[in-house]
């Protein structure tokens, strides 16, 4: 029996958020299954990952300069020198980073090592100092990655460069489209229960966006968007708790639109939100392939993002959405405006839901198995 390690710095908002599909394919492949990483967990005994054999607690930190992180490198070192794993896959920047270093010796003794590059740091139009702490550290620890896998094409064309043995492009983690196909009748059901949940006028236009409120997120350039519209018929529903979410609020009540303005923290029904939405708006400065896009378009709704690696692999300016600069607020003033349109709105929409099917988990689990089995 073949064993897998899947390696991530938390469980509930990386492994369990993107893995379990894969978890659940290396089972039914018969591989034995671990995962290691940090129990982020508001309370531990709720850390209950399914298709996982054996599960290791490692105390990562997200800040690579914690000194917690060599705590979590020895334990990590332990976990591999002792496990006799077939293949590591190991993602996010931290947890990549640990775990290329800690498996330097079980790639001699024939452990494959695999990263998922979520999307690199460094970028086009990213702040130098994202080029000179990123960079060099990608680039040298290529050299201990044995499959090297990319989910954007600006990433793939500078990762071909690096050392590791191989580089694939994949894009992104795939998507249950299933789960997200929306109908008339379920749009108006789910609808009704959005406007009684949050006291949303039964005929305003709904936008949505979900994600962490920080500040890479940016929904500061859509609540001045919509301050400079001063129009009351237009609501934005905000899915995702962060550290900027009070500063959110007096922003609104700056521009007296806090009725308008939902937080509605963390949510685990985010499904019912994109069946009940008319336009999803998504103003990031930085992303990798962004799933909530992807999940937007399966879901039947035109999107409003920003002209970044990522979301321009998704987006065709005009054909499924419309492509905006981040701090660009009167575009994106002009782009909302122009989405309270239900002709453009349902045109967009179409083209969404066809263009989906690319990033379905069924296709991109396929992709997957065929890398893995070529690598093993």
Not at 75 to 93: F, M, N, Q, S
Not at 274 to 289: C, I, N, T
Request: glycine fraction near 6%.
């Amino acid at each position: 029996m073949k064993k897998v390690l899947f390696v991530a710095t938390v469980v509930k908002t990386h492994i369990m958020e993107f893995h379990i599909p894969y978890l659940k394919m290396f089972k039914e492949m018969g591989w034995e299954t671990a995962v290691a990483a940090r129990n982020d967990y508001e309370n531990p005994a709720d850390c209950v990952i399914p298709y996982c054999d054996t599960y290791y607690n490692i105390p990562f930190e997200r800040n690579p300069l914690k000194p917690g992180n060599l705590k979590a490198y020895q334990r990590l070192k332990k976990v591999i020198d002792e496990g006799g794993y077939d293949i590591i896959h190991c993602h996010t920047p931290v947890g990549a980073m640990l775990t290329r270093l800690a498996a330097k010796q079980a790639r001699k003794c024939g452990t494959k090592v695999f990263y998922t590059a979520h999307g690199f740091h460094f970028y086009k139009g990213a702040p130098a100092i994202n080029w000179l702490l990123y960079y060099p550290v990608e680039k040298w620890l290529s050299r201990y990655t044995d499959v090297l896998i990319t989910i954007n094409k600006e990433d793939y064309k500078r990762a071909k460069n690096f050392k590791a043995r191989k580089v694939y492009y994949v894009p992104g983690v795939g998507i249950d489209l299933e789960k997200f196909q929306t109908t008339e009748e379920i749009h108006e059901e789910n609808r009704k229960w959005l406007c009684s949940e949050f006291d949303i006028p039964s005929d305003a236009t709904i936008l949505l966006s979900v994600g962490e409120v920080n500040k890479n997120k940016n929904h500061r350039v859509v609540i001045e968007a919509l301050g400079r519209l001063k129009r009351k018929d237009i609501y934005y529903v905000i899915c995702g708790r962060g550290p900027l979410s009070n500063e959110y609020k007096r922003l609104s009540g700056k521009y007296e639109i806090e009725n308008q303005v939902i937080l509605t923290g963390y949510r685990t029904d985010v499904v019912a939100f994109y069946k009940a939405s008319d336009v999803f708006v998504f103003p990031s400065f930085r992303e990798g392939l962004p799933v909530a896009v992807m999940e937007a378009m399966a879901s039947g709704l035109p999107v409003i993002a920003t002209k970044i690696r990522g979301s321009s692999d998704l987006i065709q300016n005009g054909k499924n959405g419309v492509l905006v600069s981040p701090t660009d607020v009167k575009r994106f003033a002009s782009a909302i405006d122009a989405m309270r349109c239900t002709t453009n709105r349902k045109i967009i929409a179409k083209n969404n839901e066809q263009d989906a099917r690319s990033y379905d988990i069924i296709r991109i689990l396929s992709i997957y198995r065929k890398i893995y089995e070529e690598n093993a």
